[in-house]
T-cell receptor
Framework: EDQVTQSPEALRLQEGESSSLNCSYTVSGLRGLFWYRQDPGKGPEFLFTLYSAGEEKEKERLKATLTKKESFLHITAPKPEDSATYLC???????????????FGKGTKLSVKP | DGGITQSPKYLFRKEGQNVTLSCEQNLNHDAMYWYRQDPGQGLRLIYY???????QKGDIAEGYSVSREKKESFPLTVTSAQKNPTAFYLC????????????FGSGTRLTVV
């Protein structure tokens, strides 16, 4: 069964304290791995798509990396405005059926204190 | 601007009532989805539709119904058979060729009173 597990469930950082969030997955034939940011009471907002092991993408203080079994979201020198829940999702290879749907992890709730 | 619009933002339902949540997109996306989000549970798929006039049950379809009469619209009805409907509901849309995964609406918070 395809699964996505995110850790830790919650992470508290001081402003400027760098850290990483983990997303481990099992899926037959990964088409893409997606990271989203979700603020309280709002819909998830797209951050990154990764397609193959070794791929990296960056946006401001965030950097996403991918291996064959997991992805990391590295946060460098975070600021209070980076506080949010970060969701990871994987997509299997087959469109036209349920295997093409995204499978979401439960998320990591990040709090950055000033 | 293209996007996906959910309404209303807040909805209150009395016991035994059916309520309908609206979801409209102007992104020309083929596929649309409904998710339910509860604290500590993550996103759970209720229904999805890949083309007009066709839809499939997700993991937690019991007590819910949908229709897809137009490409732009995918309304969700929460029926009285849904025993625990209080939750945050998210609608999303996508294209297979899209690099952005899903585009989400801003959500509807449904509360039973």
């Amino acid at each position: 069964e395809d699964q996505v597990t995110q850790s830790p469930e919650a992470l508290r950082l001081q402003e400027g304290e760098s850290s990483s969030l983990n997303c481990s997955y099992t899926v037959s034939g990964l088409r893409g791995l997606f990271w989203y940011r979700q603020d309280p009471g709002k819909g998830p907002e797209f951050l990154f798509t990764l397609y193959s092991a070794g791929e990296e993408k960056e946006k401001e203080r965030l950097k996403a990396t991918l291996t064959k079994k997991e992805s990391f979201l590295h946060i460098t020198a975070p600021k209070p405005e980076d506080s949010a829940t970060y969701l990871c999702a994987v997509q299997g290879p087959n469109y036209g059926g349920s295997q093409g749907n995204l499978i979401f992890g439960k998320g990591t709730k990040l709090s950055v204190k000033p | 601007d293209g996007g996906i619009t959910q309404s209303p933002k807040y909805l209150f339902r009395k016991e035994g009532q059916n309520v309908t949540l609206s979801c409209e997109q102007n992104l020309n996306h083929d596929a649309m989805y409904w998710y339910r989000q509860d604290p500590g549970q993550g996103l759970r798929l209720i229904y999805y539709s890949q083309i007009v006039n066709d839809f499939q049950k997700g993991d937690i379809a019991e007590g819910y119904s949908v229709s897809r009469e137009k490409k732009e619209s995918f309304p969700l009805t929460v029926t009285s058979a849904q025993k625990n409907p209080t939750a945050f509901y998210l609608c999303a849309s996508s294209m297979w060729t899209d690099d952005y995964g899903y585009t989400f609406g801003s959500g509807t918070r449904l509360t039973v009173v």
